[in-house]
């Protein structure tokens, strides 16, 4: 969601969200499984619906199509039959969200790991990416959304990705806050940390928000 005059790339209302799952048939006792790509987008999808309290219920095809025909798998080109309209109960889980001023207060507390999912040269400051200012939220570890994920984009095994969450100093038992430019690229690394079992959420506004606001400071 976008609203005019706001920020890029938001959450949608919960009652858009719900009208949006039934109208394809999802109900409260549905397994959802996301097929897709690039990872940013699968992974915003994810997170979407576990914010909106469907954890649990949710999973994502490790590599999506490309992965599922490169094992052999079949496929069909039909336009799939329209499903019965579902009936949904959404309820948002607060604690999947971290604002501005969750991050600014907490960003650098023991037991918190801000990780900004970014490529090097926009967490080093050596490009700006477009926004008001370049550089990291202060405290931030840079674990780049690219790195998540190897051949035909197949997230890597859980030792390959908890090494990356080693290096960047995130200790068993933190919560993870994720951000990057807009929310998307976050998303595959929430998807990461949710893999590895921490406890995480996403600062949605990242660092398009961040650098707008002069009094908050950067790295």
């Avoid at 939220?137 to 790195?147: D, E, K, L, S, T």
């Avoid at 030792?159 to 951000?179: C, E, I, M, P, S």
Wanted: hydrophobic share 40%; net charge neutral.
């Amino acid at each position: 969601s976008a609203p005019p005059g706001g920020l890029s790339t938001e959450l949608p209302p919960l009652a858009q969200l719900d009208s949006a799952l039934e109208a394809i048939g999802v109900s409260d006792d549905s397994r959802i499984v996301i097929v897709g790509y690039p990872i940013q987008t699968v992974g915003r999808l994810f997170f979407t619906l576990e914010y909106a309290g469907l954890t649990g219920r949710v999973s994502l095809l490790d590599g999506g199509i490309d992965a599922w025909r490169e094992g052999g798998r079949p496929v069909e080109r039909a336009e799939a039959k329209a499903a019965a309209r579902g009936q949904l109960t959404l309820k948002a889980e607060p604690s999947r969200l971290a604002d501005a001023a969750w991050v600014n207060a907490n960003g650098q507390s023991a037991g918190v790991s801000l990780l900004d999912a970014r490529l090097p040269e926009f967490y080093l400051g050596e490009s700006s990416g477009g926004q008001p200012r370049a550089g990291h939220i202060p405290g931030a570890q840079n674990v780049p959304f690219a790195w998540l994920t190897g051949e035909l984009s197949l997230y890597r095994d859980r030792a390959k990705l908890q090494r990356l969450f080693d290096q960047a100093g995130v200790k068993k038992g933190n919560r993870v806050v994720t951000y990057c430019h807009l929310g998307q690229q976050a998303s595959a690394l929430y998807v990461a940390a949710r893999i590895l079992g921490y406890d995480a959420a996403l600062y949605d506004g990242s660092f398009e928000e961040w650098s707008r606001k002069s009094e908050l400071p950067v790295v």
